[in-house]
Every structure is written in C-alpha cells, then in structure tokens.
T-cell receptor
Framework: AQTVTQSQPEMSVQEAETVTLSCTYD???????LFWYKQPPSRQMILVIR??????QNATENRFSVNFQKAAKSFSLKISDSQLGDAAMYFC?????????????FGQGTTLQVKP | SQTIHQWPATLVQPVGSPLSLECTVE??????LYWYRQAAGRGLQLLFY??????ISSEVPQNLSASRPQDRQFILSSKKLLLSDSGFYLC???????????FGSGTRLTVV
C-alpha cells in the first residue's frame, strides 16, 4: 500500500525568503507520479507541481521546484521568493500510474505561514 | 475546457436527516470520479471512487454511499447523518494518472 508522510505540521517563512517543505512516500510500484497541492483558506485544491517518477530531472514551475530523491523516496517542495499569497496548507500526494485508475494518496499536510 | 461543479457549498443538517451531495464534470468523457472527506486541519481521506457508470468502489466502511447514474455525475448520499459525518467533502476527477486530479470547490457539511 502507498503511504505519504509529511513530518512538518507547520512551517513559517519570511516574505521573499525561501522555504522547503518535506515529504516522504512509500510505494512498491515502479510507475508512479508525485504531486504537490496547495489549499488556501478558500479550501480549493490547486495543483502546484507534478513529477513523473521515471524522470530524473526535478520539476520546476516558476517559483516552485522539487527535490526528487527516488532512492530515498523523498519529494520536497521548495518555494523561492515567498509571497503572502503562498500562505496555505500544502499536501504531498502519490499516485500509481498503471491503468489510470490509481488512487491519489495524500499526506497529512503542512500549513505554511508567510510573515510580512 | 473541463470544469467540475460541486454543490451545495455549505450545508447544515440535523442528525438523522438524509444527505445528497452532487458533483458533475463537463468537457470530458468517461472520467474517473472521486469523493474525499477532509476533517478540520487534516489530510484528505478517500471515500469512494468510480471508473464508470454504476461502478463504485468504497474505501472506508461508513455511513455514506455513492452512486454514478450518468457518466459525468457522481452523488454522495446518506440515509441518516451522524455527527461524525461533519467535514469538508471534495469531489475530484481524472483521466490520466500523470495529470493528477482536478478538484471541485467542496461542500462544508455540519451535522448538528
């Protein structure tokens, strides 16, 4: 069974600084995908970034990037030049790729506070 | 473009009353559909998923049920609500594993 663990319930960062959110996962599959979702106070789930497990290159989306360590089963999210709008709950998630019916399993989330 | 609609946004129901939450998807065919529940300040728990009309898989035994009467319609129901059913319910759809899920805006359910 898949599990996803986020060991940091809360994090804070000064505006314009960089912060890294940690995530580890466990799966026996070789074909899987990893995601980071953002949930602002509106509670809408927003996809931030995704990573294919077969790709060695770390994904990047503007100020958001990941550090994907496949052997260690680690998938951390780095937010550069933090903005007040980045304040939200962030969820790491893992999904198996086989058959397109794989379930998306979430971690418990990390609440990020951005200080002005 | 694909869109997902979920309603109502907020619902307050007495214990023992029935429940029906609806989710519809536009702009895609034969999506996989999912219902998640999120307790306050916690992670998302998968409740049900469906890969086609009439096909429902339950992840957690509980007081809730799900149905998929049409390709792009997914309904979450209960005959008698419990206090423990309170939470934030999210519907989601996907077509390909690599794309993750797209979520609806959610329903905040309070059982009183």
């Amino acid at each position: 069974a898949q599990t996803v663990t986020q060991s940091q319930p809360e994090m804070s960062v000064q505006e314009a600084e960089t912060v890294t959110l940690s995530c580890t996962y466990d799966t026996s599959e070789s074909d899987y995908y990893l995601f980071w979702y953002k949930q602002p106070p509106s509670r809408q789930m927003i996809l931030v970034i995704r990573q294919e497990a077969y790709k060695q290159q770390n994904a990047t989306e503007n100020r958001f990037s990941v550090n994907f360590q496949k052997a260690a089963k680690s998938f951390s999210l780095k937010i550069s030049d933090s903005q007040l709008g980045d304040a939200a709950m962030y969820f790491c998630a893992c999904r198996h790729g086989s058959g397109n019916t794989g379930k998306l399993i979430f971690g418990q989330g990390t609440t990020l506070q951005v200080k002005p | 473009s694909q869109t997902i609609h979920q309603w109502p946004a907020t619902l307050v129901q007495p214990v023992g009353s029935p429940l029906s939450l609806e989710c519809t998807v536009e702009g895609t065919s034969n999506p996989n559909l999912y219902w998640y529940r999120q307790a306050a300040g916690r992670g998302l728990q998968l409740l049900f998923y469906s890969v086609g009309i009439g096909q429902i898989s339950s992840e957690v035994p509980q007081n809730l049920s799900a149905s998929r009467p049409q390709d792009r319609q997914f309904i979450l129901s209960s005959k008698k609500l419990l206090l423990s059913d309170s939470g934030f319910y999210l519907c989601a759809w996907s077509v390909r594993a690599s794309y993750g899920y797209t979520f609806g805006s959610g329903t905040r359910l309070t059982v009183v």
